[in-house]
């Protein structure tokens, strides 16, 4: 089958053949160094127990090194023509499901039918598992990814190529430039892992950034301590739009409507803080994935 040698001459040929013009703002840049395909499936550990979800089915060679080691492949592509030359190259898989659509339905929340096809593949039987492998779209990776970990099926691992700068701020410890609320929001779910650099001659066309594949995988206890995690998410997210201000001052400063309940005023933001031995002129981007759950619960239940 030719999608497994994905190589520049390949993709030049099929991509005249079916009358596609890339476009760069859709992240159509096709993973052509093929020993780094290789490595990102070897990295995803893949099983015939395996159901995965592929973002960007592009021409299809990812999907079709996937397809030949796992149960079952939901592979989504946007590009209408793209999705229409894939079809042809994967003709031979049964096992593979294409969707041609949007990933995402919207900034915050994962497309629907995507998410229904999954579920239909895991429960067809008891002892399959849910993936993520994926050379993703630059522009959709955040949302895909922050998404992901708050869907009501969590894949047990993401495995993807992404951009340098968003890989180390998903693997970024605190009091670091890169830590932010996506770092705290994987890493209070996840074990993270920047498994390789990859420089741009690694794609086709060359796109302007190095990238990184990188591995993550669910840890089950962590997640369990996360109460709410739609509120955690939340306060993350706030409290990092102040990240050079205290604390204190972030905790003072306007909360989404979302946060409803008791007013964080003065008193009951210093209460908060000295109840949980927290120094108020720390900053946000100074405290640790524990810490972060632990203030979250404190105002969770101050809510009530
Ligand atoms: N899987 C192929 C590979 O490894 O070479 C292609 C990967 S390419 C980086 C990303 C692909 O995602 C493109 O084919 C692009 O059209 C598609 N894409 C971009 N935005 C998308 C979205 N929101 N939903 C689904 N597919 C999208």
Redesign the pocket.
């Known amino acids: 089958m030719t999608t497994r040698n ?1 190589t520049i001459s390949f993709l030049r040929r099929r991509l005249a053949e079916v009358g596609v013009r890339l476009k760069t703002q ?6 052509t160094d093929l020993n780094l395909l290789r490595l990102l499936v070897q990295t995803a550990n893949l099983s015939p127990n395996d159901v995965v979800l ?6 299809g ?3 079709a090194l996937v397809a030949e080691r796992v149960a079952a492949v939901v592979t ?4 209408p023509q ?1 999705y229409q030359l894939a079809s042809e190259e994967l003709i031979d898989f049964d096992n593979v499901t294409m969707l041609q659509q ?3 339905q919207s900034k915050h929340t994962l497309d629907p039918v995507m998410l229904a096809t999954i579920a239909e593949r895991l429960a067809e039987a008891p002892e399959r598992r849910f993936k993520l492998v ?4 630059y ?2 990776a955040t949302p895909l990814i922050a998404n992901l970990l708050a869907a009501p099926i969590v894949p047990e691992t993401m495995t993807i190529t992404i951009q340098r700068e968003l890989a180390e701020r998903i693997v970024a410890q605190p009091g670091t430039k890169d830590y932010g609320a996506l770092s705290v929001w994987v890493q209070s779910q996840c074990e993270g892992q920047l498994v390789r650099l990859m420089p741009p001659e690694a794609f086709w066309p060359r796109p302007k950034v190095t990238s990184a594949i990188v591995h993550l995988r669910l840890d089950p206890a962590r997640r369990a301590k996360i109460v709410d995690p739609d509120f955690f998410h939340t306060v993350t997210r706030t409290l990092f739009l102040h990240r050079r201000k205290s604390l204190r001052a972030g905790l003072l400063s306007g909360w989404p409507q979302s946060l409803d309940g008791p007013a964080l005023d003065k008193p009951a933001v210093d209460a908060l803080l000295a109840q949980l031995g927290i120094e108020p002129s720390v900053r946000a981007e100074q405290l640790d994935v524990p810490t972060f759950l632990r203030l979250s619960e404190a105002m969770a239940r101050m809510r009530g």
């Open positions: 994905q859709r992240g159509q840049n096709f993973l592929e973002v960007g089915t592009g021409t060679a990812l999907t989504v592509e946007i590009d793209l949007d990933a995402l994926a050379n993703l779209p522009s959709v």
